[in-house]
């Protein structure tokens, strides 16, 4: 089955600057990667998504980047706010597949 | 987008009952929805796949005796955690997908989740 790893587990950064979080998964036909964000104590919440026939999307701050090659996906979060504090995670899956998800990336947003 | 509804948000039990969770999507139709379990600072664990109208698919390592799950309706699934004891005090979180015309759009739609505390 797929298996989808994710780095780093907790990431701190200065507020106006740049996050990214990696994630690499095991099955080639897997062909969806969403991104979820999850504050605590609540549900987590899409943020963006890829799929296989696309290497890159954007919208506003956050941008995610696919390398099938590689099996490797990114989130990238630029000009960082105070509210951008969570859990970050990724999936991936195929077809109508369960979401299998990453271990979760805690991103702090430092003032 | 696509509602679902979890109901409820959090509940506390003594050991050895019965706890029913439900899950509903409120403005669409899903056969297919999730239950995922989240330990604190964790991921969020595959427990099911609930299926409407047929037997729940479970991953390894879940009870199915120990966590019923029924799916009676295309905006209904349950799930009863069965003579709950203090290791299943954990977050459960549902979740489905929001089908167009047939079609699977891929985003993944999810509850608000429920906290169970077993005493």
């Known amino acids: 089955g797929e298996n989808v ?3 780093p587990s907790t990431l701190s950064v200065q507020e106006g600057d740049s996050a990214v979080i990696k994630c690499t998964y095991s099955d ?3 062909n969806y990667f969403p991104w979820y964000k999850q504050e605590l104590g609540k549900r987590p919440q899409l943020i963006i998504d890829i799929r296989s026939n696309v290497g890159e999307k954007k919208d506003q701050r956050i941008a995610v980047t696919l390398n099938k090659t ?4 990114s989130l990238h979060i630029t000009e960082t706010q105070p509210e951008d504090s969570a859990v970050y995670f990724c999936a991936a899956e195929w077809g109508n597949t369960p979401l299998v998800f990453g271990k979760g990336t805690r991103l702090s947003v430092i003032a | 987008g696509a509602v679902v509804s979890q109901h409820p948000s959090w509940v506390i039990c ?3 009952t019965s706890v029913k969770i439900e899950c509903r999507s409120l403005d669409f139709q899903a056969t297919t929805m999730f239950w995922y379990r989240q330990f604190p600072k964790q991921s969020l664990m595959l427990m099911a796949t609930s299926n409407e109208g047929s037997k729940a698919t479970y991953e390894q390592g879940v009870e199915k ?8 309706s295309l905006t209904l699934s349950t799930l009863t955690v069965t ?8 977050f459960y ?3 489905a997908r929001a089908l167009t015309g047939g079609l699977n759009t891929g985003e993944l739609f999810f509850g608000e ?4 505390t077993v005493l």
Do not use: T, V, W
Request: charged share 20%; with cysteine.
């Open chain 1, 5 to 7: 790893e994710q780095h």
């Open chain 1, 28 to 30: 080639s036909a897997s």
């Open chain 1, 70 to 73: 590689a099996k490797h996906f």
């Open chain 2, 14 to 16: 003594k050991s050895g």
């Open chain 2, 65 to 72: 005796d120990k966590f019923l799950i029924n799916h009676a």
């Open chain 2, 83 to 90: 003579s709950a004891h203090p290791e299943d005090s954990s």
């Open chain 2, 93 to 95: 979180i549902c979740s």
């Open chain 2, 113 to 116: 989740g429920s906290r169970l």
